[in-house]
C-alpha cells in the first residue's frame, strides 16, 4: 500500500513523528515539497531530533529515504544535517536519495526573501527567509539551479556566475547586501562533491520499488491552508502541500497511490501572518504554558486556537483523506470544556466552508459546539478504549465533523506515545 500523508491544518501537525511510526511498516519515505523552512522534531526514547529536509524515516534501520523532484533543497544545510546524523550514530549512505531534479536554494535567494519581506513592512507574509519562495519563483521562470547542475562543477559554476549577477542587481535595488561569486561557488561545490553520491534519477529508482511491491509512503511538509493554490493566499508557502503535490512532487502517478492520511492537532495552530478564525489567547496561553507550540525551524510562538472543523473538511475535499493522524490530544487533558468551531458566520450569514478570499476570511467569526473536557492525563494511554470516555466522544466528533476515520492519535512526544484504532 502506498500511502500520502500531508497536514491537514496550517503545518506544525506532528507529521514527522507519524511519519517515524510508519516507517515501522513502510519500507520508503518520499518528501514531495518544500525545503529547509520545514522543521520535523521525533523523540526516540533519551534522544531528540529535529530534521528538515530529510525525512524522518531515515532513524529506522534499513528503510531508504528520498528527496523528490518537488523539494527545494540548500545543499549547504543538508550537508550539515546529513553530518549531523552521522556524529548520531545514524548513518545515511544507502539509506539516503535526492533527486537530481530538485532545485537548489542558493544564498541569492534568502536575502532576497529577506529583504522582499522586510520590504511588505506591515503587509509582511510571515516567511522563514529561508529562500523558499524564491526558489520556487526561478524554477517557475525557468531561472533554476538543479542538483544535476550541481553535480557538473563547470556546468553549475558557469550557470551561478550568472545568476549571481543578475540577483545582485535586484538585491541592490531593495538594499539588501550583494553575493561575492568566489566564495558562493566555493562552498556549493564542496557541498555537491559531498552530495554527489546520494544524487540519482528518483523518479527511475521509485519505479522499481513499487514494481518490487515495496510499501512507499509520501511525506508532506507545511499543511494545506498553506498550500500555493489552496491555502489563505497570499499567507501560504511557495509550494503544494495538498496530496496532488506528492504525484507532482515525485513522478509517481496518482494510480499509484493507496491512501491518503490527514495529520491534525486535536486544536488549532498557526505560525506568521493570515487568518485564524478559531483562534484563542486563553488556550495559546495554557499550551505556551506548557512549554508547547513554538516552531521547530524558526523558535516563533505559535498561535492557537480550538479545532476548526470547517476547515478541517474542507482540507479533507482538497486532499480526498481517507484517514486521520490525530496528535497532541495531551495537550487538552487539563480542560474543563473544549470548543470547536463548526460553522463561521460572515457578515450575519452562517457558512459551513472558508471563504477563499482573505478579506472575508478574516471577518469570520467562529460559531462553536462546547464538549465536555476529560481532565484526566492522557500520556499513558496506549489503547483508543483505554481513552477517558470523553476524550473518545471528543476524536469521534472531530473525526465525524472532518468526514473522515480515525486511524492513529499520539499522546505524547516520545514515539511510543501513539496508537492505531
Request: one cysteine or more.
Amino acid at each position: 500500500m502506498n500511502t500520502i500523508l500531508i497536514g491537514a491544518q496550517f503545518g506544525d501537525e506532528g507529521k514527522g513523528k507519524i511519519i517515524d511510526v510508519m516507517m515501522e511498516n513502510n519500507d520508503v519515505v518520499v518528501r514531495f515539497q518544500g525545503g529547509n523552512n520545514a522543521g520535523h522534531t521525533v523523540e526516540v526514547g533519551t534522544e531528540k531530533f529535529v530534521l528538515h529536509l530529510i525525512p524522518s524515516g531515515i532513524l529506522r534501520p534499513g528503510r531508504k529515504c528520498v528527496i523528490g523532484n518537488g523539494v527545494v533543497v540548500d545543499p549547504v544545510a543538508l550537508v550539515k544535517e546529513i553530518k549531523g546524523l552521522h556524529e548520531r550514530g545514524i548513518r545515511t549512505e544507502g539509506k539516503l536519495l535526492l533527486s537530481e531534479t530538485a532545485h537548489v536554494v542558493l544564498p541569492y535567494h534568502s536575502r532576497l526573501d529577506e529583504a522582499r519581506e522586510n520590504h511588505r513592512g506591515a503587509g509582511k507574509i510571515g516567511t522563514t527567509k529561508r529562500g523558499i519562495g524564491p526558489t520556487y519563483g526561478d524554477k517557475a521562470a525557468r531561472t533554476g539551479l538543479r542538483l544535476i547542475d550541481l553535480a557538473q562543477p563547470k556546468v553549475f559554476s558557469k550557470k551561478l556566475k550568472a545568476r549571481i549577477e543578475e540577483n545582485n542587481a535586484i538585491l541592490k535595488s531593495l538594499g539588501g547586501e550583494p553575493l561575492d561569486y568566489a566564495t558562493v561557488n566555493k562552498a556549493y561545490l564542496e557541498a555537491g562533491k559531498f552530495l554527489a553520491p546520494y544524487i540519482t534519477n528518483s523518479v527511475i529508482w521509485l519505479h522499481d520499488q513499487i514494481k518490487r511491491k515495496k510499501r512507499v509512503l509520501f511525506e508532506g511538509a507545511q499543511g494545506t491552508f498553506l498550500d500555493i493554490d489552496f491555502g489563505t493566499y497570499p499567507f501560504v508557502t511557495s509550494s503544494n502541500t495538498t496530496a496532488g503535490g506528492a504525484v507532482t512532487g515525485s513522478g509517481v502517478p496518482p494510480h499509484k497511490m493507496d491512501r491518503v492520511i490527514g495529520v491534525i492537532k486535536a486544536y488549532t495552530t498557526r505560525v506568521g501572518e493570515g487568518p485564524l478564525p478559531s483562534q484563542s489567547q486563553e488556550l495559546g496561553d495554557l499550551l505556551h504554558g506548557m512549554g508547547r507550540e513554538y516552531g521547530a525551524t524558526t523558535g516563533r510562538e505559535r498561535r492557537c486556537g480550538w479545532f476548526d472543523a470547517v476547515a478541517t473538511h474542507y482540507s479533507a475535499m482538497i486532499n480526498g483523506i481517507d484517514e486521520l493522524a490525530v496528535t497532541n490530544l495531551d495537550g487538552l487533558d487539563t480542560l474543563k470544556k473544549i470548543k470547536v468551531c463548526v460553522a463561521y458566520k460572515l457578515d450575519g450569514k452562517t457558512i459551513k466552508f472558508p471563504p477563499n478570499d482573505i478579506d472575508m476570511l478574516a471577518r469570520c467569526e467562529p460559531v462553536f459546539r462546547t464538549f465536555a473536557g476529560w481532565q484526566t492525563p492522557t500520556s499513558d494511554v496506549r489503547k483508543f478504549s483505554k481513552l477517558p470516555v470523553n476524550a473518545q466522544k471528543y476524536l469521534k466528533a472531530i473525526a465525524d465533523l472532518t468526514g473522515a476515520k480515525l486511524r492513529i492519535i499520539s499522546v505524547g512526544a516520545q514515539r511510543e506515545q501513539t496508537f492505531m484504532v
